[in-house]
Structures are given as structure tokens and as C-alpha cells.
């Protein structure tokens, strides 16, 4: 049999990756996504008509169907490729920390829209900040920020570091510990922008999640272990009064089905303006309060 074009590989994958039960198949051309960003990261180079006619060497076969076997267990492309690129920055990504996901540049988008209404030195707080995504987006989109990523998870905040040292972000800090524990008692009052991406999976739900996300992510990454979702969100409601400037502002993404109940828990802690938004993703929605302003 002659060897295989890159085009026929793919195809190859993509059958492969389509009869997999341990990946939530949402789009039906998720399979051809998958084996054409995974060739991607072996050929390191586009996909253009030339490199598709390619016959594939040995080793990057090798190196490719070792790939395509870990999707099809579940494993996340970003955990198998090693990084993710988020709003431009590429990012590392280790087997301890929750993988960042497209629909938290939102998130990201949202809070440099919120900072760039003010002038001056601004400073932002993402809680519960993983790898730090959204952290590191904003310290890099608004360079005169000061911004802090903390977590509770000392892997996170530690690929953090690793992410602002690589990427030159000497802006961006991180720090481990619960909630806002590990903040600079400094900060309170001073804080413009609070971002949290929060573990908010129901613990009834845990699971019906796809093998994808229940296998690969750490536990204290999916859920608070509350039976609504948002136990830390609550908290950290409860605490924005005393951290935020007046009208700073408190943005959390959660899933659709959780919008409401994010608003009203935001209403019942004091903030005001709430309100929410999406993007054409559709799977998330970032709902914001804000601290009364002084009269
Ligand atoms: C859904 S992940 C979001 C990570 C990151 N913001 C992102 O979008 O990629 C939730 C994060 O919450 C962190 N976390 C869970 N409980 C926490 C707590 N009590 N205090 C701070 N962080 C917490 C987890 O370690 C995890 O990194």
C-alpha cells in the first residue's frame, strides 16, 4: 500500500475521533477540527493545498496517531498540544490545571472594555484565575494595569507566574490561596475590576459531564461542591464591597442556565447595574455588578 497523504491521515483521524464517547460532540465538524489543529501542531505549519498533498514523514506519523489516541480517550487538544493561545497570548497548559476554554475571552474582553473607561493606574482581580487567561489578557491589553490572578489550586498560580515570566508580563502577579486570601491587604478599596470564572458545575451534575471535562479537569476546577453552583460567587459578592473602589465592577462567567440566579445572587449581596452579556459562541454568559458609586 502506498503511504498516506496528510489529507488521508486526517481523514483517518477524523473517523476516529467522530466514534469517540468520551468527547461531547457539540459541532458535528468537531472531529475534522480536531485532526486538523492536532497535524497542525506536528507539520508546525498551515494546512495549504501543497502541505496536504504531503506524503507524511515516519516520525511525524508516529508523533500524530500517539496524538489522535489521547483525543480519542478524552484528553483536551491543549493538554496534548501543551499550550493554548487565548486572545493572542499563547499559553502554557499542564495536566493539573483546568484547560482555558475560547468562551472565557468574553470574560477577558469585558473587563479590559470595564478598565479602559478610567484612565490612571487600574487594578484588576482575577479570582479562581487557573492558568491565568484572563489575567494575563487584561495585564497585556492594558499595560498601566497592575493585575493579580489568584487561586486556590498552588499548581495554578505557579503556571501563572510561568505564563507572565514567558510572555514578559511583569504587570501580572499571582499568588495562591482561597478566594482573596492571598491578596495584598493593600489592595482593599483599591481594586477597579473583579473577574471570576468560578467552579460552577451543580455537584448533582458532576456526573452527566463528558468524560472530556470529568477525567482531565481537577474537581475543585468544575465545582464549589454547592448545590446551586455558585457558593464562591456568593462570597466573593459578598466580600466586592470592601476590595472594589465605589463603582467597581464585578464580572462573573457562568453557563446560560445560570445567568438568573448569578444576577439575583448579585443584587442580593448589594451591587447594582446588573446586568449580562454573551457572545456569538452562545455557551456562556458574563453577568456584571458594580459597588454603588459615592453620592
Ligand atoms: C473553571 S476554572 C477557571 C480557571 C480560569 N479562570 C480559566 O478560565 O481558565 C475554576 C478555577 O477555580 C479555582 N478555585 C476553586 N475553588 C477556589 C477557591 N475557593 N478560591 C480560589 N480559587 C478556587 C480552581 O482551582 C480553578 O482553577
Same mark, same amino acid.
Given at each position: ?41 506536528? !507539520?508546525?505549519?498551515?494546512?495549504? *493545498? ?15 496517531? *500517539? ?26 497548559? =499542564? ?6 476554554? *475560547? ?12 478598565? =479602559? ?18 489575567? !494575563? ?34 504587570? *501580572? ?14 489592595? =482593599? ?81 448589594? !451591587? ?12 456562556? =454568559? ?10
Amino acid at each position: 500500500m502506498p503511504p498516506l497523504t496528510v489529507t488521508e491521515h486526517i481523514d483517518k483521524a477524523i473517523r476516529k475521533i467522530d466514534k469517540s464517547t468520551a468527547i461531547d460532540h457539540w459541532d458535528r465538524n468537531l472531529g475534522r477540527y480536531d485532526a486538523e489543529e492536532l497535524m497542525t501542531e506536528v !507539520l508546525r505549519r498551515k494546512l495549504t *493545498a501543497a502541505t496536504l498533498d504531503r506524503v507524511l514523514d515516519r516520525s511525524s506519523k508516529k508523533r500524530y496517531a *500517539a496524538m489522535v489516541a489521547r483525543r480519542v480517550k478524552g484528553e483536551p487538544i491543549p493538554r496534548i498540544k501543551g499550550h493554548y493561545e487565548f486572545r493572542g497570548l499563547d499559553l502554557l497548559i =499542564r495536566d493539573t490545571v483546568f484547560v482555558p476554554r *475560547a468562551s472565557s475571552e468574553l470574560l477577558a474582553k469585558e473587563a479590559i472594555k470595564a478598565l =479602559r473607561r478610567h484612565r490612571g493606574k487600574r487594578v484588576a482581580v482575577d479570582v479562581a484565575t487557573g492558568a491565568g487567561p484572563v489575567a !494575563l489578557a487584561v495585564a497585556s491589553e492594558v499595560r498601566d494595569s497592575d493585575v493579580w490572578g489568584v487561586d486556590i489550586s498552588t499548581d495554578a498560580a505557579a503556571l501563572g507566574k510561568d505564563n507572565a515570566d514567558r510572555l514578559g508580563l511583569n504587570n *501580572a502577579h499571582f499568588r495562591a490561596g482561597d478566594l482573596l486570601d492571598a491578596l495584598p491587604r493593600r489592595l =482593599r478599596g483599591t481594586i477597579d475590576v473583579f473577574t471570576i470564572h468560578p467552579p460552577y458545575v451543580l455537584r448533582s451534575d458532576l456526573k452527566e459531564l463528558p468524560t472530556e471535562i470529568r477525567e482531565f479537569e481537577p474537581i475543585v476546577s468544575l465545582t464549589d461542591g454547592s448545590d446551586d453552583g455558585l457558593g464562591l460567587v456568593r462570597r466573593l459578592a459578598a466580600e466586592a464591597h470592601e476590595w472594589l473602589k465605589p463603582g467597581g465592577v464585578l464580572l462573573v462567567e457562568v453557563g446560560t442556565y445560570l445567568s438568573r440566579r448569578t444576577q439575583a445572587t448579585l443584587r442580593a449581596a448589594g !451591587l447594582v447595574d446588573v446586568t449580562w452579556t454573551k457572545d456569538d459562541l452562545g455557551v456562556t =454568559r458574563v453577568v456584571s455588578g458594580r459597588t454603588p458609586r459615592r453620592t
